[in-house]
């Protein structure tokens, strides 16, 4: 018996093959959209936001028009004026679609993959070979349904987006409540994504981009102090009648989490003593009023770690980091992800203790304007070589570009950790929302609170000091007390033996 099932499994395995999604778009014709909401209290910013979406198929040929007009049907001049991609064809079309689509770059077919031909006998049929796409779309010139920037977020957003409910919330404090009504704006908020560049694996800071997204925020007339009571509760209420979906409300109402607080290594033996939020804030030596004292690492610094710390049960974190990119004066984003206090060395009495670990480096933020051997390139020409004004993709160049960083760490409600966190549930699943219609039945999404905290750090690069003198290397003005003279450095490889300005933890 044993056997007979293990073959039944290699016969399964065997007969996989890739299905069409449209061959069961039958089986969801009577699809009815659903609305997803996530309202989020932000009292690090002193606001709210609300975004409230419908959900639809991936079939839906009216979001998913194949088209490439993040700017609509306009003409050529008016195009080129806001630096878009003109589709139209010329001496036919006085309208077209305008968009980013770059046919240099995009023009790869509906399956989204470029094809590859290792050994250009075009025959596809080594092991890393990818045949060109059997409709005919790689390299036919104009833009087609799943190839890149056809479809992007700045086609699809405004179509997803339910701007016609009446959003308020509540806040109960002292027996008392108040109500804050809520607007949309077109641009709410935003979140970055990193522009198609041909498959680059680190993005320079031009191609990433911020794409903006509609949602419902506070009137003007609600004080930024509504926001910010770690004592009272909130409740959410959204009227969506009008649109057909009904009244949405919080199930029960919200408490606000509070933000971690930041410390040095030296403070550790006296925050683990705390029981409350305020103890944390008075003992921390880096918290200055009601901002934290930046923070310094050698470069390729063993030990680069940022401390942090909250009161349990709150244990579980977000965090991100953003870069400074000088040139348009503005943080991006670099890299995130989830954080849990989980094993004893963590948790100490009634604190959780953190650390995260700094990229004690540059980051290659700019290429050099110029195009260097191995860039790609559009040979207009067709001479296989690069000829000044052929478009190309400037890649990084091993400068050091960025040495400015920020870490935002976040803690969650209760509300919202369960529907950040409890990401095998479905969405709709009662313990992971906690929104419910005018019946009692679940809605998608959630309402709590994100508490952000965040910390400012630089890169000192010590070794550009190794010329000067050691008291210019342990200047704490210059290096702010990273780096340190290291006498009598050998490094028997390369058959160096000298005085270096090196990381303090060398």
Not at 173 to 189: E, P, Q
Not at 275 to 283: G, K, R, V
Not at 398 to 416: A, K, P, R
Not at 435 to 453: I, Y
């Amino acid at each position: 018996m044993r056997r007979r099932y293990f073959l039944l499994f290699i016969f399964i395995l065997a007969c996989q093959k890739d299905l069409d999604i449209t061959e069961f778009s039958k089986d969801f014709s009577d699809y009815k959209p659903e609305l997803r909401i996530e309202a989020l209290i932000l009292p690090g910013d002193s606001t709210a936001i609300v975004r409230i979406d419908k959900s639809f198929l991936i079939t839906d040929t009216e979001l998913y028009d194949c088209r490439d007009n993040d700017f609509g049907e306009i003409s050529l001049d008016s195009c080129n004026t806001i630096e878009g991609i003109w589709h139209g064809k010329e001496g036919i079309d006085t309208i077209a679609d305008c968009g980013n689509w770059n046919s240099f770059l995009h023009d790869i077919g509906s399956d989204g993959k470029m094809s590859i031909d290792e050994n250009g006998d075009g025959k596809y049929e080594g092991s890393e070979d990818i045949a060109p796409d059997d409709d005919g779309t790689e390299n036919n010139g104009s833009p087609d349904c799943g190839e890149p920037n056809v479809d992007n977020y700045a086609e699809i957003l405004p179509g997803v987006h339910n701007s016609l409910c009446d959003v308020y919330i509540n806040k109960i404090s002292d027996n008392l409540t108040d109500i804050c009504d809520f607007h949309f704006v077109d641009t709410a908020g935003y979140f970055f994504d990193y522009r198609y560049t041909g498959g680059k694996p680190d993005p320079t800071l031009e191609n990433i981009e911020m794409i903006n997204y509609g949602a419902y925020v506070p009137n003007a007339d609600c004080s930024k102090n509504y926001w910010g009571d770690y004592n009272a509760q909130y409740k959410l209420n959204c009227d969506c009648s009008g649109s057909g979906f009904g009244i949405i409300k919080s199930k029960e109402p919200i408490v606000l989490s509070k933000p971690v607080v930041f410390f040095n290594i030296q403070d550790s033996l006296s925050i683990i003593e705390c029981s409350d939020h305020s103890c944390l804030q008075n003992t921390s030596s880096l918290l200055n009023g009601a901002e934290y004292d930046s923070l310094y690492f050698g470069r390729y610094s063993a030990k680069s770690y940022i401390n942090y710390a909250s009161i349990s049960p709150n244990v579980t974190f977000e965090a991100i980091q953003y870069m400074y990119d000088k040139q348009n004066d503005e943080f991006k984003y670099f890299h995130g992800h989830p954080a849990v206090g989980t094993d004893m060395s963590q948790i100490v009495n009634h604190v959780c203790v953190m650390r995260e670990k700094v990229f004690s480096d540059f980051y290659d933020g700019v290429g050099n304007g110029e195009w260097d051997e191995g860039e790609l390139f559009a040979d207009t020409t067709n001479n296989n070589m690069y000829d000044s004004g052929e478009y190309f993709i400037d890649l990084g160049d091993d400068s050091l570009d960025v040495d400015t960083y920020y870490y935002d760490i976040f803690t969650f409600s209760e509300s919202y950790r369960n529907y950040y966190y409890y990401y095998q549930l479905h969405l709709d699943d009662p313990e992971r929302t906690n929104l419910r219609d005018q019946n009692g039945d679940t809605v998608m999404g959630a309402f709590g609170s994100l508490s952000s905290e965040k910390i400012f750090f630089r890169i000192i690069d010590c070794q550009k000091y190794n010329k000067s003198s050691q008291s210019i290397c342990e200047d704490s003005d210059i290096t702010h007390d990273v780096c340190k003279w290291h006498d009598n450095i050998i490094l028997p490889e390369y058959g160096y033996q000298d005085s270096l300005c090196l990381p303090s933890d060398y």
